[in-house]
């Protein structure tokens, strides 16, 4: 195991190690055998403008303490701490920071580089949130310098400013040029922490993954990565036009925060001086309003057919990106099995799981049952009633048609029943312990030998995707790349193993999904607390 001792102690004295920037020196910690630097400044910026390279120092700059995290509108508190333990940090729009952990500080170490984007949406979250998303054990087992970052998110970083001044020029995009600038800080400084500039790939999980492909999809990142890796995250085809919906909707929400904030449009460029407090009551009433007259704004990047050239699925695969390998995947269930029906589902008997069925399914119920079967043989009828189905048939749609494409794509599901309250399917965010080779540390998942062997699988095809652009290697069975025509998945579970479209037939047979909602932010209001102005 890598987890860290407990008798590990940090002991700071000036001879902690020091590492050039192209800004200035910094100072970090060396616990063990790994060397840790965080809250290193990547960038500047002002409100809703662009980000810039930060001022140089003279000296040495102390890197031991996390940077600030974004200002959220609201900070979803977990339904469980238990099963998804949070870490909140202090808010700042001044959060443009990066966190680095690494085996080596030779400039010709050449290690591979693996840069996590966290997830949350393009709303909330940070580098820090969850206990999953500390890298040293990462760093440890793989040999690899591990990264993480904070930028701007919500209406920080994309209200559409547009109109009211040059300066806000791509506003509605700020929290992805925050995400460019930390790659180029990246790609220019990394060298210095062992880490090898023309070997990086970015992952990320759930908003996490979208990011990934929505830098896949900006062309000033170009050259600052060359592999991507997306954990239930994958954008879902919108269409054209409801691309354009988004951008009008976009401005105007922007229109009513300055009416909100009591700025005629003409001074436009006050917002930039209001309190965090003012500009984010003024956005909630927005969104409020919004929401009442049947619109929504779904915070994130807005195509502007220059700097992001939006959704693959929309907008088509770029040249420049197509050719970066990828694995993509996602949770067997997504929302798992915590606090549904009646008890735990493995106590439930064929009445109650028929009754359950029926209820949920109705007519479908049948040919639903007998394709899990198939598709499942060693699982419980039960769990079919937890099945996602939104997220699985978004990564046979994105793996088939990029393989198509030329693209080269593998995907994966994680399958492992968590012991929790006597045996519960996975949940979103369920695979980030094992990818960072951190299960230890997520007590509800935690199954003895079955999580030390699963996470030196994930962990080493991830390591091993990270350095060579392919994550087979020998402690999982071949893995294949998707193809046009089917898609091989690799199912980590207790038992390990590969499939091709052995549940096609089973996502077929649910009912026709639901209209969805793309614009999640309006359910903010609630919970943020704060009342809208009539």
């Given at each position: 195991?890598?987890?860290?001792?407990?008798?590990?102690?940090?002991?700071?004295?000036?001879?902690?190690?020091?590492?050039?920037?192209?800004?200035?020196k910094?100072?970090?910690?060396?616990?063990?055998s790994?060397?840790?630097?965080?809250?290193?400044?990547?960038?500047?910026?002002?409100?809703?403008?662009q980000?810039?390279?930060?001022?140089?120092?003279?000296?040495?700059?102390?890197?031991?303490?996390?940077?600030?995290?974004?200002?959220?509108?609201?900070?979803?508190?977990?339904h469980?701490?238990?099963?998804?333990?949070?870490?909140?940090y202090?808010?700042?729009?001044?959060?443009?920071?990066?966190?680095?952990?690494?085996?080596?500080?030779?400039?010709?170490?050449?290690?591979?580089?693996?840069?996590?984007?966290?997830?949350g949406?393009?709303?909330?979250?940070?580098?820090?949130?969850?206990?999953?998303?500390?890298?040293?054990?990462?760093?440890?087992?793989?040999?690899?310098?591990?990264?993480?970052?904070?930028?701007?998110?919500?209406?920080?970083?994309?209200?559409?400013?547009?109109?009211?001044?040059?300066?806000?020029?791509?506003?509605?995009?700020?929290?992805?040029?925050?995400?460019?600038?930390?790659?180029?800080?990246?790609?220019?400084?990394?060298?210095?922490?062992?880490?090898?500039?023309?070997?990086?790939?970015?992952?990320?999980?759930?908003?996490?993954?979208?990011?990934?492909?929505?830098?896949?999809?900006?062309?000033?990142?170009?050259?600052?990565?060359?592999?991507?890796?997306?954990?239930?995250?994958?954008?879902?085809?919108?269409?054209?036009?409801?691309?354009?919906?988004?951008?009008?909707?976009?401005?105007?929400?922007?229109a009513?925060?300055?009416?909100?904030?009591?700025?005629?449009?003409?001074?436009?460029?006050?917002?930039?001086?209001?309190?965090?407090?003012?500009?984010?009551?003024?956005?909630?009433n927005?969104?409020?309003?919004?929401?009442?007259?049947?619109?929504?704004?779904?915070?994130?990047?807005?195509?502007?057919g220059?700097?992001?050239?939006?959704y693959?699925?929309?907008?088509?695969?770029?040249?420049?990106?197509?050719?970066?390998?990828?694995?993509?995947?996602?949770?067997?269930?997504?929302?798992?099995?915590?606090?549904?029906?009646?008890?735990?589902?493995?106590?439930?008997d064929?009445?109650?799981?028929?009754?359950?069925?029926?209820?949920?399914?109705?007519?479908?119920?049948?040919?639903?049952?007998?394709?899990?079967?198939?598709?499942?043989?060693?699982?419980?009828?039960?769990?079919?009633?937890?099945?996602?189905?939104?997220?699985?048939?978004?990564?046979?749609?994105?793996?088939?048609?990029?393989?198509?494409?030329?693209?080269?794509?593998?995907?994966?599901?994680?399958?492992?029943?968590?012991?929790?309250n006597?045996?519960?399917?996975?949940?979103?965010?369920?695979?980030?312990?094992?990818?960072?080779?951190?299960?230890?540390?997520?007590?509800?998942?935690?199954?003895?030998?079955?999580?030390?062997?699963?996470?030196?699988?994930?962990?080493?095809?991830?390591?091993?995707?990270?350095?060579?652009?392919?994550?087979?290697?020998?402690?999982?069975?071949?893995?294949?790349?998707?193809?046009?025509?089917?898609?091989?998945?690799?199912?980590?579970?207790?038992?390990?193993?590969?499939?091709?479209?052995?549940?096609?037939?089973?996502?077929?047979?649910f009912?026709?999904?639901?209209?969805?909602?793309?614009?999640?932010?309006?359910?903010?209001y609630?919970?943020?607390?704060l009342?809208?102005?009539e």
């Open positions: 195991m890598y987890m860290r001792k407990l008798t590990s102690q940090v002991v700071m004295t000036y001879d902690d190690p020091v590492a050039d920037t192209k800004y200035g910094v100072r970090g910690l060396k616990i063990d790994t060397y840790i630097f965080r809250g290193i400044k990547y960038a500047d910026a002002k409100r809703f403008q980000p810039v390279e930060v001022e140089p120092w003279e000296g040495v700059k102390e890197a031991f303490q996390y940077g600030y995290v974004s200002c959220e509108l609201n900070t979803p508190i977990p469980d701490q238990f099963t998804v333990p949070h870490f909140f202090p808010q700042n729009e001044n959060c443009q920071y990066i966190n680095i952990w690494t085996q080596s500080l030779k400039k010709d170490a050449k290690r591979p580089v693996m840069v996590w984007l966290h997830g949406g393009w709303f909330s979250g940070s580098s820090v949130e969850l206990l999953s998303y500390d890298g040293e054990n990462l760093s440890v087992f793989g040999d690899v310098v591990v990264v993480s970052l904070n930028h701007r998110l919500n209406v920080l970083g994309y209200l559409d400013m547009s109109k009211y001044g040059p300066e806000f020029a791509n506003s509605a995009n700020a929290g992805l040029a925050d995400l460019v600038m930390a790659m180029k800080w990246i790609h220019e400084n990394i060298e210095n922490f062992g880490g090898d500039p023309d070997n990086v790939t970015i992952f990320g999980q759930s908003g996490g993954g979208s990011k990934v492909v929505s830098l896949m999809q900006t062309p000033e990142a170009d050259g600052t990565f060359n592999k991507a890796i997306v954990e239930s995250g994958l954008p879902r085809p919108q269409g054209q036009e409801a691309t354009a919906k988004e951008i009008a909707n976009r401005q105007e929400m922007a009513l925060i300055l009416k909100y904030l009591d700025i005629p449009e003409a001074e436009a460029a006050k917002i930039v001086d209001v309190s965090w407090y003012d500009l984010a009551q003024a956005t909630m927005a969104i409020y309003v919004m929401k009442e007259e049947g619109k929504s704004v779904s915070w994130g990047p807005v195509r502007d220059k700097y992001f050239l939006g693959p699925r929309d907008w088509g695969w770029r040249d420049e990106t197509i050719k970066y390998p990828m694995l993509v995947g996602s949770i067997i269930s997504e929302s798992g099995s915590l606090g549904l029906g009646d008890g735990c589902k493995n106590r439930w064929d009445a109650l799981v028929d009754k359950y069925m029926q209820e949920k399914f109705g007519e479908y119920a049948p040919k639903i049952a007998e394709e899990f079967k198939k598709a499942y043989p060693e699982r419980r009828l039960a769990d079919v009633l937890f099945i996602d189905t939104g997220g699985r048939n978004n990564n046979y749609d994105f793996a088939t048609n990029r393989a198509a494409a030329g693209g080269p794509t593998w995907n994966w599901l994680f399958c492992l029943e968590s012991p929790y006597g045996g519960a399917m996975p949940w979103h965010n369920a695979e980030e312990c094992y990818v960072f080779h951190n299960a230890e540390y997520i007590e509800a998942q935690y199954v003895p030998e079955v999580s030390e062997r699963l996470q030196d699988q994930m962990a080493g095809a991830w390591v091993q995707f990270a350095k060579t652009g392919d994550p087979n290697f020998c402690l999982i069975p071949q893995w294949d790349k998707a193809t046009a025509e089917s898609m091989p998945t690799m199912r980590f579970d207790a038992v390990t193993d590969q499939k091709v479209d052995y549940d096609k037939d089973l996502l077929a047979s009912p026709p999904p639901k209209p969805m909602s793309f614009g999640g932010s309006g359910k903010m609630a919970i943020f607390g009342k809208p102005e």
